[in-house]
C-alpha cells in the first residue's frame, strides 16, 4: 500500500489521532495528508483538516510552519485554490487556538475574497470563542465586515464538516 492509500484508508476509517502523529514524524505521510484537503472526496477532505486540528494539537512548533504555508496558499500571488485550506485552519484554530491566533490579522486582511470569506469568518469566530484576545487587535475589521454582511460572526467551535 502507498503512502498517499494509507493515508486515505486511515482518513475514511476516522483513524485521525495515528495519522496526526504519524505526519508528524514522517514527511511522506505529512505531504500525503495535504494534499488530500483538495480531494473531491468531502469525507478525505474534512478529515484531513479534523487530522491537521489533531497535528496542531499534538505540535504545535510543527503546525505554525503549516500555518504559514496556508496562508501563502490563500494568496493570489500563490497559484493555489486557497479556499481548500481554510477548513484545516479552522480545524487548527478549534483545537489549538494559540497556533492559528497570532495569524488572525493575516486572516482579516483576506476578508476580501468573496470565495473565502465565509469560510474565514468561521475560523475568526472559532478563534472568538476559543481566545478571544487574539481577536480583539482586529475588532475594528472584523465590525467592519459585520457591518457590510449584516449578520456578524457566525458562531465558532463547531467541528469543520467542510
Known sequence: MSVREHVMDSLRRGEYEGLASQAAQEP???RAL??????????????????LGVLASQQPEKAGELVRRF????????????????P??????????????P???????????DGMRAGLLQVLATLQ???PAWIEP???DVARWEQQL?????????????
Open 28 to 30: 511522506g505521510v505529512l
Open 71 to 86: 496562508l501563502w496558499a490563500l494568496n493570489d500571488e500563490s497559484g493555489t485554490n486557497g479556499a481548500a485550506v481554510v
Open 34 to 51: 495535504l494534499g488530500r484537503l483538495w480531494e473531491t472526496d468531502q469525507v478525505l477532505r474534512a478529515g484531513a483538516a479534523r487530522t
Open 150 to 162: 449584516g449578520n456578524g460572526l457566525p458562531p465558532g467551535g463547531e467541528e469543520v464538516t467542510q
Open 88 to 101: 484545516a485552519l479552522e480545524a487548527m484554530a478549534q483545537a489549538a487556538p494559540d497556533v492559528v491566533g
Open 103 to 113: 495569524f488572525a490579522g493575516a486572516l482579516v486582511a483576506h476578508l476580501d475574497d
Open 138 to 140: 482586529h475588532a475594528g
Open 129 to 131: 470563542a476559543t481566545a
